[in-house]
């Protein structure tokens, strides 16, 4: 199975702040990746496809990008509303694998 | 518009079945290049895909499941299935469906989950 790893687990924010949550995968998936955001009691909301393209609707200050086998989701300029978990997911292959989560909390 | 919904017994026992519905709008699973996809979180932790159906009803699992994952559609009335065997405590969970688009990507729509207990 392909493993991704997401990192920070956790993260202390403040409002304004640029955030970075990192998934690395455990063996080539292309651009197979997409990036999830989820709030308490609610479904994930798709925010990345594709490991760079920004789905409908979603603000311009995240983005996804891609160096080799690390795929990243920044968030520029944090507002209140952003806090949230996050989760990547790989599905070049199957079993599709989601990474463990990111918990962003507000400082 | 797009939308998706489950359904599902609640609570169950262990070592019963557990079967959950996926009633679904705005998209057919006829349609080439559509699929449906599966996925639970337990309270508090990440997402586990359990598994995928597609238009061509090609059928895709989970193996941490083992054999005691069914998938399946009934394109007619827009639904598609999961079945899990043999459950136990750690089947607990938050279960999703969620579409996919092979033209553009995986699970961009989601329903808004079903909880589902077991529990002696």
């Known amino acids: 199975d392909i493993q991704m790893t997401q990192s920070p687990s956790s993260m202390s924010v403040s409002l304004g702040d640029t955030v970075t949550i990192t998934c690395r995968a455990s063996?080539?998936?292309?651009?197979?990746v997409n990036w999830f955001q989820q709030k308490p009691g609610k479904s994930p909301r798709r925010m990345i496809y594709r490991a760079t393209n920004l789905a409908d609707g979603v603000p311009s200050r995240f983005s996804g990008s891609r160096s080799g086998s690390d795929y990243s989701l920044t968030i520029s300029s944090l507002e209140s509303e952003d806090v949230a978990d996050y989760h990547c997911l790989q599905y070049d292959e199957y079993p599709n694998t989601f990474g463990a989560g990111t918990k962003l909390e507000l400082k | 518009q797009v939308t998706l919904k489950e359904s599902g017994p609640g609570i169950l026992q262990p070592s019963q079945t557990l079967s959950l519905t996926c009633t679904f709008s705005g998209f057919s699973l006829s349609t080439y290049g559509m699929g449906v996809g599966w996925i639970r979180q337990p309270s508090g932790k990440g997402l586990e895909w359990l598994a995928n159906?597609?238009?061509?009803?090609?059928?895709y699992y989970n193996p941490s499941l083992k054999n005691r994952l069914t998938i399946s559609k009934d394109t007619s009335n827009n639904q598609a299935f999961l079945k899990i065997t043999n459950v136990d405590t750690a089947d607990t969970a938050t279960y999703y469906c969620?579409?996919?688009?092979?033209?553009?990507?995986?699970?961009?729509?989601w329903g808004q989950g079903v909880m589902v207990t077991v529990s002696s």
């Open positions: 159906i597609w238009w061509d009803d090609d059928k």
């Open positions: 063996q080539d998936v292309g651009i197979y």
């Open positions: 969620a579409r996919i688009d092979i033209g553009t990507t995986f699970f961009d729509y």
